[in-house]
């Protein structure tokens, strides 16, 4: 296979022994952004394990600078787009897995390469009883040395997430997380699949489980890995026991405790009461004793 590219904005692939042209992959039109009307290309290509890595540039690139430039890795074998990233990445290099280049926007000196990732997983640390959902939750993060304990974000979203951390572009609100399975191991040692839980924007996930038997269960989250990290896993455990009887409580006899502005006020009418009688019994007896 033979590469050509340059100020045409074009990376051109052929058959070298026939000359057929394989595939060709157009960067898109600049319009006034600078003389070319394209994304022109200069300091060539790197190939490595199927992939082709191509920035846009030119031969003083420093002096007005331009936007819009990337750079791109292209499927070699069919020039599918793989990932872009922009800068003016230039003059890379390759080794054990990782590309390095220098961004002439910026000066900073970038690696690119598969990330590892750490897994962590929490579960009740009290007893539950059996046929009670609980949370199983945790988080998938990113440890490489210039993103250590940020979010596991999808291959999808990987190129607006690292020019947020990175070159300062505004954080996507909309960017998903990773796909963590989440298993359990059983008091008798039977293995069950509790599910597939996605990370979200801030590297936590989390999935409901009702356990059915009662002991202690052993689970376990798994990422398995994505083209961007490498896999990572982490355990936990988890005590069941039996379902408790629910006592209904009784109701406690109540002393009606009284008022003691009605107490005063009863008090105050039985006295006016006996008042009244005995006023009633000494009238009738002035009345009885004039008759005599």
């Not at 290509?45 to 191509?54: C, E, S």
């Not at 699949?193 to 689970?219: H, V």
């Amino acid at each position: 296979m033979l590469f050509t590219s340059g100020y045409d904005g074009h990376v051109t692939t052929y058959n070298a022994t026939t000359g057929e042209i394989l595939w060709d992959y157009f960067f898109g039109s600049a319009g006034y952004e600078n003389a070319y009307g394209t994304f022109p290309v200069y300091s060539g290509f790197n190939v490595a394990d199927g992939k082709l890595y191509i920035t846009n540039d030119e031969h003083s690139p420093d002096s007005i600078p331009w936007r819009g430039g990337q750079l791109w890795c292209l499927d070699v074998y069919d020039g599918t787009l793989l990932w872009s990233i922009s800068g003016k990445l230039r003059n890379g290099a390759i080794s054990s897995g990782y590309f390095t280049t220098l961004n002439s926007l910026d000066g900073q000196i970038y690696t690119f390469g598969k990330g590892p990732s750490k897994t962590t997983v929490l579960a009740p640390q009290c007893g539950v009883s059996v046929g009670v959902p609980v949370m199983i939750s945790g988080t998938v993060t990113d440890q490489s040395p210039g993103a250590k304990d940020t979010a596991a974000i999808s291959d999808k979203d990987m190129t607006a997430w690292m020019e947020y951390l990175y070159e300062q572009k505004p954080m996507p609100t909309d960017a998903t997380g990773v796909p963590v399975k989440i298993t359990a191991v059983g008091p008798n040692g039977q293995t069950i699949d509790i599910g597939t839980a996605t990370s979200d924007i801030g590297g936590s996930f989390g999935i409901s489980w009702t356990p059915s038997d009662e002991g202690t269960y052993q689970i376990t989250a798994t990422f398995e890995g994505t083209n961007s990290y490498g896999d990572s896993f982490a355990t936990t455990y988890l005590v069941v026991g039996s379902a408790s009887s629910a006592s209904v409580p009784t109701a406690s006899p109540s002393t009606a405790v009284e008022n003691p502005a009605s107490t005063s006020t009863e008090t105050l009418l039985i006295v006016v009461a006996a008042v009244v009688i005995i006023a009633v019994i000494g009238a009738a007896a002035l009345v009885l004793r004039k008759r005599k």
